[in-house]
């Protein structure tokens, strides 16, 4: 499956949706995984790709009452999760079972749409339905990271970075791995206190132990699964939270601990998936009284949407990677 530009009628809404201008929209690796075919949802055929996208409502049904016109918004990936736990008959995905945000106009049910934050530019607006409101999951759902405590994230991807500069907010210590030396400055300069290089020692977390006084850190953002599962076991605290972001690789499908790893920690391992409306709203709202910037690696036009995806696909990204529409 790949990417075919379409010329379509102008949307009109139904009495409870809203019509969005979209102004930017951004990438994740769940897109990457429907345009191959390796997504395991279902996705439909001539679908309008991508989760997340923000823009200004330009028109609205007869019955809608959350917005007007001129309102900032972004869809929420699932768009029929408002609140509490998820299950099977909310997993209705923007971009995946329903149609997403690469499109200059789109139609969304008033309720598959919150407001993003005044000071947010387009491109910053647009990164955060998918890897933002998942570190906000991960550092501040069930169990809140609590100021002081130690969050370890891993890698510079999105979600990492949005959990870094999450927990910072929330008055955590924030260790962060990398494989570069060359983005350490970066990650300090988004408030990383401590940054250990996985490439150059593969048994790191002997590095977050060590940046711990031996303690371990309360909360691992574990961003990779099989391939680091068992260093951020070994780097959890005794009854530290590891968020399990993936569970599986596509050359290691099982996840591998080690019993040595289960000896050192009792952490409790939670399975996160993106969150509610209520959590990016929630998380909005942190934003807001933040000031929290989301961290773009690079802009593209729509009319090279295909460039912005391989350079997202080669995962060498400094954070979002953004797509713009004039
Ligand atoms: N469950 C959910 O709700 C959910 C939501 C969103 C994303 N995800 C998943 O979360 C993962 C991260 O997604 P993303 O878009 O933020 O980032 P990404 O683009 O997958 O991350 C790329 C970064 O990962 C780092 N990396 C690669 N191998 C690593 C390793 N062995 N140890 C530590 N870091 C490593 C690299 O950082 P350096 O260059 O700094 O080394 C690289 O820049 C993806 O697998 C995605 O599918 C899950």
Redesign the pocket.
Known sequence: MGIVEREREAPRPGPGDIVVRVRAASL???DLFILRGTYPLRTREGIVPLSDGAGEVVAVGDRVTRFRVGDRVAGSYFARWRSGPLSLDLFDQLGCTLDGMLAERVVLDEQWAVRVPDHLTWEEAATLP??AV?AWNSVAGSQPVLAGQTVLT???????LFALQLAKAQGARVIV????AA?VERLKALGADAVVN?AEEPEWSRRVREATGGVGADRVVE??GP??IEQSMRSAAFQAQVVL??SRGQEKPDLHISADAYRVTMATIRR???GSRDDFEAMNRAVAVSRLRPVIDCTYPFARAREALDR?AR????GKVVITFS
Request: proline share 0%.
């Open positions: 994740n690796k769940r998918c890897a998942t891993l890698g510079t991807g999105g979600v990492s791995t990398t494989s570069s983005k996985y961003t990779m391939d680091t972001l993936i996160v998936f993106v997202f995962g060498t990204s400094f």
